[in-house]
C-alpha cells in the first residue's frame, strides 16, 4: 500500500521510503497498528482496537497510551516531515491514517468524526468568554422614554383610551404644552367615535412638526396608523373636531 512517499509492505513487515531508498523493518507492535490503520483508512480508529496486538508466540499484549504515542511519532518520521501529517493521534482517543496530506488537522470543519484537543477546546471557551464579557461591556443600560403627558380617558363608547405625548426636549422653551396637551384630551373625550386605543405625539425639534401614532388592538392584531401634523406656528391649535374626523382619528 503507498503512504506518501512510502510503500507498505504487510508480507515483509517493511515500510520503504521511495524518495530515498530507506527501508524499516515494523516490530510486531509497529505492524500491527500500521495494518489496522491501513485497513480502516480514512476513518478514526479506537485505541482499544490498536491497543492488543499479539506477540510473536501468538498471545496478547495490551499496549500503553505512552506505546501508542510513540508509534505513531515513529511513523511521521518515517513518513518525512512532507507527509508526517498523513498519521495522527486523535485526542487520546484513537488514531487516523489520511488518504492524503490534510491542510489544517485542526480545523473543526476537516472531517464530521474530528475530535478536538484539550488545548483547542479551552482555547474556544476562553474566546467565547472573551467575545461574552466584551459585548457586555458594551451594551448600555436600556433607556425608557417617559412621556411628557400620559393620561388615559373614557372614550364616548366608554372605552378606556391613552393619549402620551412627548416635547421636542425644550419643554421649559414652550410654556403652552400642559395646555396644549389637556386641550387635545378634551377634544378626543369629546369624539363621537374614537378608532384608537392608543394616541402618540411626538413633537419635532422645530417644535412646530408632529408626529402621531395611532394603535388599536383587533381581533386579527395590532392596526396602526400614523399622522404628520406641520404647524405655520409654534402658538397654532389645530386640534379641532374637524381636523381629527379629517385624519381619522374620531369618527360620527
Known amino acids: 500500500m503507498q503512504i506518501g512517499c512510502c510503500w507498505f509492505d504487510d508480507e515483509q513487515k517493511e515500510l520503504i521510503n521511495q524518495s530515498n531508498a530507506t527501508k524499516w523493518q515494523l516490530n510486531n507492535n509497529e505492524f500491527w497498528v500500521l495494518s489496522v490503520l491501513a485497513k480502516h483508512r480514512g476513518h478514526v480508529v479506537p485505541i482499544e482496537l490498536l491497543s492488543f496486538p499479539e506477540d510473536l508466540d501468538g ?32 485526542n487520546e482517543q484513537g488514531a487516523i491514517l489520511y488518504n492524503k496530506v490534510a491542510v489544517n488537522h485542526s480545523s473543526l470543519l476537516d472531517t464530521p468524526v474530528k ?8 482555547l474556544i471557551i476562553l474566546m467565547t ?3 461574552s464579557y466584551f ?3 458594551n451594551l448600555n443600560d436600556p433607556d425608557y422614554i417617559v412621556p411628557d403627558f400620559n ?10 383610551a391613552t393619549l402620551k405625548m412627548y416635547s421636542s426636549g425644550e419643554i421649559n422653551l414652550d410654556e403652552h404644552f400642559t395646555e396644549r396637551a389637556h386641550s387635545a384630551l378634551r377634544e378626543l373625550k369629546n369624539c363621537p367615535v374614537m378608532q384608537w386605543d ?31 401634523l406641520i404647524r405655520g406656528a409654534v402658538e397654532y391649535s389645530v386640534v379641532k373636531p374637524a381636523w381629527l374626523k379629517e385624519v381619522n382619528i374620531c369618527a360620527d
Open 59 to 90: 498471545h496478547q499484549q495490551k499496549l500503553s497510551l505512552e506505546d501508542m504515542e510513540q508509534i505513531v511519532e515513529n511513523f511521521q518520521d518515517y513518513f518525512g516531515s512532507e507527509h508526517r501529517g498523513l498519521v495522527e493521534l486523535i
Open 115 to 122: 475530535v478536538i484537543s484539550n488545548a483547542h477546546y479551552i
Open 129 to 131: 468568554l472573551l467575545a
Open 135 to 137: 459585548v457586555y461591556s
Open 151 to 160: 393620561e388615559q380617558f373614557l372614550t364616548q363608547q366608554g372605552n378606556l
Open 198 to 228: 392608543t394616541i402618540t405625539a411626538t413633537t419635532a425639534s422645530d417644535r412646530k412638526t408632529v408626529s402621531i401614532v395611532l394603535k388599536k388592538r383587533t381581533a386579527d392584531g395590532w392596526k396602526f396608523h400614523n399622522v404628520k
